[in-house]
Structure formats: structure tokens, C-alpha cells
């Protein structure tokens, strides 16, 4: 019977593991004492594993993941997931969470099935090279070498290197004769001027992010929520235009707090809220939340205590345009341990996109993150490791 490794035991190795058991004798290499440590820590615990949109206009770069989603999509992706006994339940924006509402028992559950399959999981088990020498490769690690007919490699990214984040991966296939394309962090918080960011701490709002180039056009928006926090702005619409925010100068955050309103409406309302409301600082109260009221009139100069009934037009008109467009300088972002992507890894475009075999190496696949893809928040990043994760581990079938 031929032989499979996986290298790496995180979303798209599980899958892969689990795909190429099919008809392999396959082995899992995972640095970490545990597989899946990032998984079990997706979706704020409770695991937001697909997308029913998810197609290649969530995703970045190019038409590349078309061919994996094609044959394995959201559709198939909780089918299968059904089949090992792992149920999911929709959410808002066709978004899917584990029905136990539990990260953890995603990896359980993988874990069972691979043993069920007789798969190897060598946990606690660094790879440290792989070589390809007469049809076969040979796949060094810390414990010794072993041979095999196929390599896939699901090392993931640099992305929060506490769950296991790093580069390796892309050194394996750069070893191989590879090209990577420089890793930056993506869906990542974005630090900003933080002069009333620090103030506001802590407060969410739902709006719309959108970055600014440096010219003063926009460059992505997205909606959802933005939190507040002491050194910037985070929350899954900034995250989305993060993946932006490194190696640029001179961008700008603009966060619309009334995304379905227009600015004239706004300011009516506002007119409205001076008969209603004591002091300036309280105009949005019972529309936003009451610190977020304060510091919009301090942003547009207007001291918080004066007399709502004393406000003018040009006052409301300047508060709605605030709430409409309050903007922040970007300085940067939090980097990669707080990234739960990045933009770059191996350029796909040495990889056959139907079956993830390399073109330069026969036998060698690749995925999940650290190939040169990256999705948009709210399960696509999932998606690509169960989609890729299953086409790789089918081995060029
Ligand atoms: C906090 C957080 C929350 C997230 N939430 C979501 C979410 O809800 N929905 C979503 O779609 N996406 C989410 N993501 C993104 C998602 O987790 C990743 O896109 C996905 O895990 C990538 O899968 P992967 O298999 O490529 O990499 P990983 O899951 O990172 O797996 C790679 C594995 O390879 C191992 N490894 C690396 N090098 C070696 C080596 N040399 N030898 C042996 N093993 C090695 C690592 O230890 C790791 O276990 C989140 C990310 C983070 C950080």
C-alpha cells in the first residue's frame, strides 16, 4: 500500500489526512503536543467552519480556488462533516458554527473519524525537511526520517504563532524549489491614532469600515461590527480591510456608524434628538452607545455639556456627517501573533489548481493557508482548508 504524509495537523492536514486514508496508508506530522490548536480557537470558541457563499469572490489573489471549491464546497464540506457526526447551524450572512457551539469538538470529532480510518497522528513531531530522491520522498523530522510516495503540506501560516503559526512550510516548498510570495499579516486589528479609540474602549458599534488610500479613494469597505480599543480598531469589518493596512502610507480608516442611513436623514433625526435630549454629549444616546455619543461631539469640537436646544443646524449637520464618517489615521497593524491570516505564501501558480499537486515536484501538494490564499472573516478561511484539504489529500486522483 503506498504511504501519504501530512505535514501539519490543523484544519486543511485533518482534511487531507482524512481524504487520503481513503486509500493510503497516511501519517500526520504535528509539531504541537495537540492537532488542531488553532481550530479549536476559531470563531471565538465556537468555530464559524464554512460559508454557504463561499466562491472565489470571497477570496483574494486570483481565480486559483475555483477548482478545489468546485469539487469540494460548503454544500459537500457539511455533508461530510454530518457524516462523522459533526453538525453546524446557520448563522447570520449564510455563515455556519458548530451546532455544539464548541471549537473544540470540531477537532474531536476529526480526530475520531482519522482514527476510525487507522490514521497515524504524530503529535509532538516537528518536520524539519523533506527531500525527493527517486520517485519517493523522504520526510525528516526531529525523530528520524521515513519514506513515502506523498507529501502534502499543510503547515498553515505565520498567523498566531502561539497555536502553532510559523514559517516552515513555506521553507519546506521553498526548499523544493518553490516560490513564496512575502507573508503579511490579514484580518488582523489595525492600530490607529488612538486619541479617541483609548476612550472609547471597549465599545462595539455595527457599521462599515472603509480604507482610504493614500490618494483619498477607497480601497475595501466592509460591514459588521468595530470595536474600540486602546491602541486602535479591530472587529470583523476592519479586520476584512486590514489585509491592506501593511506596506502602505498614508491610509485612513472611515467608519460609518449609520451604514443604511443617509447623511440627510441623519442630520433630520439629529434636529429631532436637540428637542429630546438635554446636552450635546447625549444627542445619540438611545442610537449609539452613550460613551460613543460623547465623544462624537468632542471629535467635532463641541463641548459635550452644552445645551442640545442650543445646537444649530450646521452643529447637527456637522454630528451626522461624524457619526457618518469618523476617521482614523492607520499607523499599522498588530502583526502577526494577532493575525488569523496572512496575504501571501506559496505562489499558487506552481500548483495544478484541480488536484493541488505541485508542477515542479511530482507527489508534492499543498494546503490550506500556505498557499498564496486568503479569505474574507466569516468562515471562508475554513472553507479553503476543508476544500483544499480534500483535493490535496485525494493525491492527483
Ligand atoms: C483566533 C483565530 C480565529 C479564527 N477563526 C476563524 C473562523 O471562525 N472561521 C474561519 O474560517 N477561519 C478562522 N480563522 C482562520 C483559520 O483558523 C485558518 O485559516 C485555518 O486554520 C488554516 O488552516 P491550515 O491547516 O492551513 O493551518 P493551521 O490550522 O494553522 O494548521 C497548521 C498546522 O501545521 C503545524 N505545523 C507547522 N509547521 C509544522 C512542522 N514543521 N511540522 C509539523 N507540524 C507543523 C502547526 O502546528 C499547525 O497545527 C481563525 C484564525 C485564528 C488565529
Keep these: 500500500m503506498k504511504k501519504a504524509?501530512?505535514?501539519?495537523?490543523?484544519?486543511?492536514?485533518?482534511?487531507?489526512?482524512?481524504?487520503?486514508?481513503?486509500?493510503?496508508?497516511?501519517?500526520?506530522?504535528?509539531?504541537?503536543?495537540?492537532?488542531?490548536?488553532?481550530?479549536?480557537?476559531?470563531?471565538?470558541?465556537?468555530?464559524?467552519?464554512?460559508?454557504?457563499?463561499?466562491?472565489?469572490?470571497?477570496?483574494?489573489?486570483?481565480?486559483?480556488?475555483?477548482?478545489?471549491?468546485?469539487?469540494?464546497?460548503?454544500?459537500?464540506?457539511?455533508?461530510?462533516?454530518?457524516?462523522?457526526?459533526?453538525?453546524?447551524?446557520?448563522?447570520?450572512?449564510?455563515?455556519?458554527?458548530?451546532?455544539?457551539?464548541?471549537?473544540?469538538?470540531?477537532?474531536?470529532?476529526?480526530?475520531?473519524?482519522?482514527?476510525?480510518?487507522?490514521?497515524?497522528?504524530?503529535?509532538?513531531?516537528?518536520?524539519?525537511?523533506?527531500?525527493?530522491?527517486?520517485?519517493?520522498?523522504?520526510?525528516?523530522?526531529?525523530?528520524?526520517?521515513?519514506?513515502?510516495?506523498?507529501?502534502?503540506?499543510?503547515?498553515?501560516?505565520?498567523?498566531?504563532?502561539?497555536?502553532?503559526?510559523?514559517?516552515?512550510?513555506?521553507?519546506?516548498?521553498?526548499?523544493?524549489?518553490?516560490?513564496?510570495?512575502?507573508?503579511?499579516?490579514?484580518?488582523?486589528?489595525?492600530?490607529?491614532?488612538?486619541?479617541?479609540?483609548?476612550?472609547?474602549?471597549?465599545?462595539?458599534?455595527?457599521?462599515?469600515?472603509?480604507?482610504?488610500?493614500?490618494?483619498g479613494t477607497p480601497v475595501r469597505a466592509a460591514l459588521g461590527d468595530i470595536l474600540f480599543t486602546d491602541y486602535g480598531i479591530s472587529g470583523p469589518a476592519v479586520m476584512d480591510v486590514s489585509r491592506f493596512c501593511t506596506g502602505h502610507k498614508g491610509l485612513r480608516i472611515e467608519t460609518?456608524?449609520?451604514?443604511?442611513?443617509?447623511?440627510?436623514?441623519l442630520e433630520e433625526l439629529l434636529k429631532k434628538m436637540t428637542g429630546l435630549r438635554e446636552t450635546a454629549g447625549e444627542l445619540f444616546t438611545g442610537l449609539l452607545n452613550n460613551k460613543l455619543s460623547v465623544i462624537l461631539a468632542k471629535y467635532c469640537g463641541i463641548e459635550p455639556g452644552r445645551k442640545a436646544a442650543e445646537l444649530s443646524s450646521k452643529d447637527a449637520l456637522k454630528l451626522a456627517h461624524a457619526a457618518k464618517n469618523m476617521s482614523f489615521d492607520v499607523k499599522g497593524t498588530t502583526g502577526f501573533p494577532n493575525a488569523q491570516t496572512v496575504r501571501g505564501g506559496a505562489l499558487t501558480g506552481q500548483f495544478d489548481q484541480n488536484t493541488l499537486e505541485s508542477l515542479i515536484v511530482k507527489g508534492l501538494f499543498a494546503a490550506g493557508e500556505v498557499l498564496d490564499v486568503d479569505g474574507e472573516c466569516g468562515g471562508f478561511n475554513l472553507q479553503w482548508a476543508w476544500s483544499s484539504g480534500y483535493v490535496a489529500g485525494r493525491c492527483g486522483r
Excluded: W
Design 256 to 265: 460609518d456608524m449609520f451604514p443604511d442611513m443617509d447623511e440627510a436623514d
Design 5 to 215: 504524509a501530512v505535514i501539519g495537523g490543523g484544519a486543511s492536514g485533518l482534511m487531507a489526512a482524512l481524504s487520503a486514508s481513503e486509500l493510503y496508508r497516511t501519517v500526520v506530522f504535528e509539531k504541537n503536543e495537540r492537532t488542531g490548536r488553532k481550530l479549536a480557537q476559531t470563531g471565538n470558541g465556537r468555530c464559524n467552519l464554512t460559508n454557504e457563499a463561499a466562491g472565489p469572490g470571497h477570496y483574494y489573489g486570483n481565480d486559483f480556488v475555483e477548482g478545489a471549491l468546485m469539487r469540494f464546497g460548503p454544500e459537500d464540506t457539511l455533508r461530510y462533516m454530518e457524516g462523522i457526526g459533526l453538525l453546524a447551524r446557520r448563522e447570520y450572512g449564510g455563515r455556519y458554527y458548530s451546532f455544539s457551539g464548541q471549537a473544540g469538538s470540531v477537532v474531536d470529532a476529526l480526530r475520531f473519524a482519522l482514527e476510525k480510518k487507522g490514521v497515524e497522528l504524530r503529535t509532538g513531531t516537528r518536520v524539519t525537511g523533506v527531500e525527493k530522491k527517486e520517485d519517493r520522498f523522504t520526510v525528516r523530522s526531529e525523530k528520524g526520517e521515513e519514506r513515502f510516495d506523498y507529501v502534502i503540506i499543510c503547515c498553515g501560516s505565520m498567523a498566531a504563532e502561539k497555536l502553532g503559526g510559523c514559517s516552515d512550510g513555506l521553507d519546506i516548498l521553498r526548499s523544493l524549489g518553490h516560490r513564496v510570495i512575502k507573508p503579511v499579516p490579514a484580518l488582523v486589528p489595525v492600530m490607529t491614532d488612538n486619541t479617541y479609540t483609548k476612550m472609547l474602549r471597549g465599545v462595539r458599534v455595527q457599521g462599515k469600515a472603509t480604507l482610504m488610500g493614500e490618494d
